[in-house]
């Protein structure tokens, strides 16, 4: 969250403190991912000023080094072709949106994947094997993939298949166990210990760590259909899931066990991710990211067992041209939403950036970081609820924006009227 980056920037740069704008009258301190994208921004604005979009740009660096390290994992292990479409495919799929926002998701997969070659280099014998500068690039990655976004560190099970390999030494992998524990054990007390600790001591919630898995389990069963959708619709669109599929399909038929081992391991491990989730799964897309890099796998798998190479090259440029324009709209400032990028200048003639505002865009934080402010996001409902505004007038809040277009819809207030456009009005309390 870009809200996180500025108050690193403008309050406080302890990175185990993040804090938020949105949570009212407290300090906005809350347990959430490691920061560790947005503290990257921090350390850019210290050299050239802030500005939200370095985090675009840093997201995307990583994201793209991430897709070439992904490249050089699948060609260890099979041949370039191979290599090749499993990621290409990766790069247009869902991937090539998120890579380009200021969210964790592909910049922390990413950070593990480049962790997971250094690893298998370590480990699997293959060339140079035991270099300790090779378990240690592992240890480093995988630990700050893994803080970034605890969910990439499913992928890790994929290690159960070199260490059941005879051929590998004991001492190698006692070895590996070794940095293994070291350098994960850091994210276990991150989101064990220090978020819960931060949620306790500053009251105010917001990472989500997931429901039982009965009650997620139970979401999950109960909208089987949702769930599908983001599958086929949202990770590689209608050609690449029919590629994956297909993949899936021939390597079963032709008993291809190394596709098998390492879609089923990878699958049954993300089902824990999916089943701890619940509804959020398939509410919010990106929570599949970290699997996407299987099914590219898989489906650029199938793609290279095509023996006509053109008609491989079509379905690539099919898929290529559906992923890509599913995400078209990104490309574009959505017109509804420009309006609240005047929303800090407005807000600046009636108050001062220490005045705490309210916000009817409900559960998006977007607005609240455009006004340049903080205090509270409600819904239409709760501010037509008078004794809710008052409570919050009484917690010292001074104006209420009331969102015409992005982010909320128009309800009329009796309250003094200060601005008035055709995108929000900014009323005094």
């Known amino acids: 969250m870009t809200m996180v980056a500025r108050n690193f920037v403008e309050i406080d740069n302890n990175i185990l403190y993040p804090r938020l704008d949105i949570a009212g009258d407290k300090t906005g301190i809350t347990g959430m991912e490691l920061p560790l994208l947005n503290y990257a921004v921090y350390g850019v604005s210290k050299v050239f000023g802030y500005d939200s979009w370095y985090g675009r740009l840093i997201n995307l660096l990583v994201s793209s080094i991430g897709i070439f390290f992904f490249f050089k994992l699948v060609r260890r292990y099979f041949d370039e072709k191979v290599a090749f479409y499993s990621a290409f495919i990766l790069l247009v799929s869902i991937w090539f949106g998120y890579s380009r926002k200021i969210i964790p998701e592909t910049f922390a997969m990413s950070l593990v994947i480049i962790g997971v070659y250094y690893g298998l280099k370590f480990l699997d014998g293959k060339s140079n094997p035991g270099r300790p500068v090779h378990a240690l690039t592992y240890g480093v990655f995988v630990g700050l993939g893994t803080l970034s976004k605890i969910s990439t560190g499913y992928i890790l099970v994929i290690f159960l298949l070199p260490f059941f390999k005879k051929t590998i030494p004991v001492a190698r992998k006692a070895a590996f166990a070794g940095v293994s524990a070291v350098f994960i054990f ?108 299987i099914m590219a796998l898989v489906a650029g798998y199938g793609l290279s067992r095509i023996k006509d190479a053109r008609f491989a090259v079509l379905l690539l440029l099919a898929i290529s041209v559906e992923g890509i324009s599913n995400q078209l709209y990104d490309f574009n400032i959505n017109k509804k939403q420009v309006g609240i990028l005047t929303l800090e200048k407005d807000l600046d003639k009636f108050s001062s950036k220490e005045d705490l505002i309210i916000i009817n865009s409900g559960g998006h934080p977007t607005p609240m970081y455009f006004s340049g402010r903080k205090g509270w996001i409600l819904r239409n409902d709760e501010l037509t609820d008078s004794e809710q505004v008052e409570a919050l007038k009484a917690k010292n809040a001074k104006l209420v924006v009331v969102l015409k277009q992005a982010f909320g819809t128009f309800v009329d207030l009796n309250l003094p009227v200060l601005h008035d456009s055709e995108d929000y009005r900014i009323y005094k309390l």
């Open 186 to 293: 850091p994210t276990l007390i991150w989101y064990f210990y220090w978020v819960p600790f931060l949620v306790e001591k500053y009251e105010f919630w917001h990472f989500f760590m997931g429901e039982s898995i009965l009650v997620g389990g139970k979401a999950i069963f109960n909208n089987l259909l949702a769930v599908s959708e983001i599958f086929y619709f949202m990770a590689l669109r209608y050609s690449g899931f029919i590629v994956f599929l297909g993949g899936l399909i021939y390597a079963v038929i032709k008993k291809k066990w190394l596709i098998l081992k390492l879609f089923c391991i990878g699958f049954f491990s993300f089902l824990i991710i999916i089943l701890k989730a619940g509804d959020r799964f398939y509410a919010h897309s990106y929570y599949l990211i970290p699997f996407v890099p």
